[in-house]
């Protein structure tokens, strides 16, 4: 038994597929069933199920994949202590890995990290998050950082870029950084005339998406701003005024979400990677890069 077949079941054994499993491993297909095969003589028992459309481990076969799991990141704990017996603890080594979307913050946070630690050696390797993943998990780097796809608050409240809302100084809401959809239905609105027949669309589907089609009052800019002064109403009018708005003392532009595309910042860290200051100055680094970034975390 070697190690490259322990690492070709945990490929299958993570993948579920011979063909994925396969490409990973950088062997044929054919290569890893006589390889599944082989395992399965030297130890007796059947390892995995083979059908058409799926492949599924057998109760023994579970279990081997934890002792794969398990027997890979020993090994790579026991390189490590070997190599630091023959070269010495004072030179550290670390390997991280990123994709292509986290390279504007890896090697910036790394420049600043040798700045602070320059016996720390680091090697950056540019991957994809799959191959993050398994290179984590057999531990041939010790930290991974990707970025993921944020999921949107449905309850958020969506403008297009054309439209503002705004409120008077005295608003409750006057103070939120972001406004929710429920915050909304307690208080009445208006909304302000605008020139432009695409505009004036696009504030009729907000009215209507805020389920205010009925009790909206429609004004100029001066009857709205003259309103909301009297009032704990808010306004939705075009861009066109948000000189107006801004110019106002006693208005305030609220900030909603433009439904942008977000992303946050992914960072893990192999199990055998022992706490200690350089790691947790180098963790920061990088998070604190990715906050100046405008990356949500």
């Known amino acids: 038994m070697r190690f490259e077949q322990l690492e070709q079941f945990l490929a299958l054994g993570n993948l579920r597929h011979f063909r994925q499993a396969a490409e990973q491993t950088n062997i044929s297909t054919s290569a890893l069933t006589r390889s599944i095969q082989t395992l399965e003589e030297e130890i007796g028992c059947e390892l995995v199920k083979r059908s058409t459309r799926s492949v599924k481990l057998t109760e023994q076969g579970e279990l081997f994949l934890v002792y794969c799991k398990n027997t890979l990141a020993e090994l790579e704990h026991t390189k490590k202590q070997i190599h630091q017996s023959l070269f010495g603890r004072d030179q550290q080594r670390l390997v991280i890995g990123y994709t292509n979307q986290a390279s504007q913050i890896v090697p910036l946070s790394c420049g600043q990290f040798l700045a602070d630690y320059p016996n720390v050696k680091i090697e950056m390797q540019l991957q994809d998050e799959n191959e993050l993943s398994r290179k984590l998990q057999l531990g041939e780097i010790d930290i991974s950082v990707f970025l993921q796809k944020a999921c949107q608050i449905e309850s958020d409240v969506h403008l297009p870029d054309q439209l503002i809302m705004f409120v008077a100084k005295h608003h409750p809401l006057a103070s939120k950084d972001t406004i929710r959809r429920e915050e909304l239905l307690h208080y009445s609105m208006f909304g302000c005339f605008s020139q432009s ?34 009032s704990t109403s808010f306004a939705i009018a075009s861009i066109e005024h948000a000189k107006t708005v801004a110019q106002d003392p006693n208005l305030v532009l609220l900030k909603t979400n433009k439904a942008m595309e977000q992303e946050h910042l992914v960072v893990q860290t192999n199990r055998n990677l022992g706490a200690s200051n350089y790691i947790s100055h180098l963790l920061s680094l990088i998070e604190r890069t990715a906050q100046t970034k405008q990356y949500v975390s």
């Open 197 to 230: 027949k695409q505009v004036q669309n696009m504030l009729n589907e907000v009215i209507e998406g805020l389920n205010k089609s009925t009790s909206v009052k429609i004004g100029n800019i001066e009857q709205v701003i003259q309103g909301l002064k009297s």
